[in-house]
């Protein structure tokens, strides 16, 4: 997830017979399928200008990564491996996808090149490690990681250096979503007996809770202005996708579906160059207009700054003529101009 305008939510569901991904509009309408396919496809992931959605499927016999443009169209595989890709996350610049494999013999967490080219494993650890999620500025990946003992949330340089961990519970702390500004990351725990969203800093202090609900919330997912968290939620007998305000007031279930709907990703909808060329013109058209105030203003004091110099002058000269009290004293031009003291 990156900084923009709240565009459409993808999302996963069963509705059809077998798990498909769909798109929605923001308030829940417009709900359309965009895959079609017998086997199941899910965990759909946002490219960053918002044209793109990766997502997993297991159409050619196991859990691979597929990417497609945002109506549906061009649907294409990007990993062939024997084992299972899945969990898909792009980096802020759209260059990149971070991912969860189990290629080595347990889930490590892997990047490749958006073209699915230059596969490497960044977690390298004997644990299994899950749900990677891109810090906003592209330097750090969270992921979780049951290198502990429990699944805790971790944050890695996005180079798989640096692995530190975040969260320090005795129950499963899972599904890292980083905020558009990258100050805060929400996540879903069993911490307190069943799985809820909370919310931390970035560095892992100060962790509240958001829901509040006897069944199960999880995936969060931030709105790209960062004002609201989608997520999934099965409080209405099934899963559904729920949005809720970042401070956790006003949850609203957007899906209303008898069938499960779940893993919610929110399109950001980035300023167009027209739009950004607009407002440069805008800032632009404001600094020469004050350029040339302060230009007419400069010119103004330079006149006026003229006129107190000749009569100054004036009265100098009538002074000296007077008394030899006042002279006049330029022992550095550097300084700005001469001192006139009174002596």
Not at 160 to 182: K, M, V
Not at 257 to 276: C, F, G, H, L, Y
């Amino acid at each position: 997830m990156v900084p923009g305008r709240n565009g459409k939510i993808a999302f996963t569901s069963n509705r059809d017979g077998n798990f498909e991904i769909y798109v929605m509009n923001a308030d829940g309408t417009g709900q359309t399928r965009l895959t079609n396919n017998p086997a199941n496809d899910s965990q759909p992931a946002w490219s960053p200008d918002g044209t793109k959605i990766a997502f997993t499927s297991n159409r050619d016999g196991n859990f691979e990564i597929y990417v497609m443009n945002a109506d549906g169209t061009g649907q294409t595989r990007l990993t062939n491996n024997p084992e299972t890709d899945n969990q898909p996350a792009w980096s802020p610049d759209g260059t990149k996808i971070a991912f969860t494999s189990n290629r080595d013999g347990n889930s490590e967490i892997y990047v490749m090149n958006a073209d699915g080219t230059g596969q490497t494993n960044l977690t390298n650890n004997p644990a299994t490690e899950v749900t990677p999620a891109w810090s906003p500025d592209g330097t750090k990946i969270a992921f979780t990681s049951f290198r502990d003992g429990n699944f805790e949330i971790y944050v890695m340089n996005a180079n798989g250096t640096g692995q530190t961990r975040l969260t320090n519970d005795a129950a499963t702390d899972t599904e890292a979503a980083w905020s558009p500004d990258g100050t805060k990351i929400a996540f879903a725990s069993f911490r307190d007996g069943n799985f809820e969203i909370y919310v931390m800093n970035a560095n892992g202090t100060g962790q509240t809770r958001l829901t509040n609900n006897p069944e199960t919330d999880g995936h969060p997912a931030w709105s790209p202005d960062g004002t609201k968290i989608a997520f999934t939620g099965n409080r209405d007998g099934n899963e559904e996708i729920y949005v809720m305000n970042a401070n956790g007031t006003a949850q609203t279930n957007l899906t209303n579906n008898p069938n499960s709907d779940s893993q919610p990703d929110w399109q950001a909808i980035a300023v167009t160059a027209r739009k950004i060329k607009s407002r440069v013109t805008q800032i632009h058209g404001r600094s020469q207009r004050h350029s040339q105030s302060q230009r007419h203003s400069q010119r103004h004091s330079q006149h006026h700054s003229q006129s107190q110099r000749h009569s100054q002058h004036h009265r100098q000269h009538q002074g000296q003529s007077q008394s030899q009290k006042i002279h006049i004293k330029c022992p550095d031009r550097r300084g700005g101009g001469c001192r006139v003291p009174v002596g």
